[in-house]
């Protein structure tokens, strides 16, 4: 495993109104037959504008528009009648070994939709034995987020206005036993996803 070894002072939890709680929870709803019908299953359960918020890219939602394009430009070819003796799932990536290439990716301000947000989510990574990656926007302080975290962590970075705030967040992370920094420069200039701004869409002030 990775042992670079690498703490960011970050929002306070946001709360929510309700907690939704699954009928089983061990046990998906009747109408979910791929990933997704999970986004269907969101309208349901998350406030209007905030889905709009999640659901839509950055202004015309152009770059996210692509992206879905160039997904579904790939495909799972199946090769019949070939030994598959040797077959695995296993990624070598930054010096780790990993079960299987899914990772985490940061994503931000996640109390929006479950007020145990990062937390749940750096858990579930640890059960599926895979890498949770913790936003410099994270509704939890890095060290909650590597207290619930499994073997793995990595911390992305949003370069801060002063040098020494960028340099404390590098250096907590790396106290707080994250691996890896994974650097954004592409956010410079980001609005929101013109829809949630119809809808009416704030970031909470906590």
Known sequence: ???????????????????PQPAA??????????A????????????GPTYE???????????????LA???????????????????????????SWPHPILLAPVAFQTLVHPQGELASARGAAAMDTCFIASTLSSYSLEQIAAASGREK??????????????DLV?????????????????????PGFGALRAGFRIPAD
């Not at 690498?6 to 929510?16: D, G, N, Q």
């Not at 495909?75 to 077959?87: E, Q």
């Not at 250096?171 to 410079?188: E, H, M, N």
């Open 25 to 34: 929870l061990n046990q998906l709803p009747a109408d979910v037959h791929c």
């Open 154 to 167: 990595w911390f992305q970075l949003y370069f801060q206005p002063r040098r020494d705030d960028t340099l």
């Open 70 to 96: 160039a997904f579904a430009r790939r495909s799972i070819c199946p090769r019949l009648l070939r030994d598959v003796t040797g077959g695995t799932t296993r990624l070598e990536l930054a010096g780790c």
């Open 171 to 191: 250096r907590r992370a790396r106290a707080a036993g994250y691996a890896a920094i994974v650097v954004t420069l592409d956010a410079a200039i980001q609005v």
């Open 36 to 47: 997704r019908d999970h986004e269907s299953l969101a309208r349901r359960h998350i406030a």
């Open 1 to 19: 495993s990775c042992t670079w070894g690498m703490r960011a002072t970050c929002a306070s939890p946001s709360t929510m109104t309700s907690d």
């Open 53 to 67: 918020y999640l659901a839509g890219g950055s202004g015309e939602a152009v770059t996210a528009t692509e992206n």
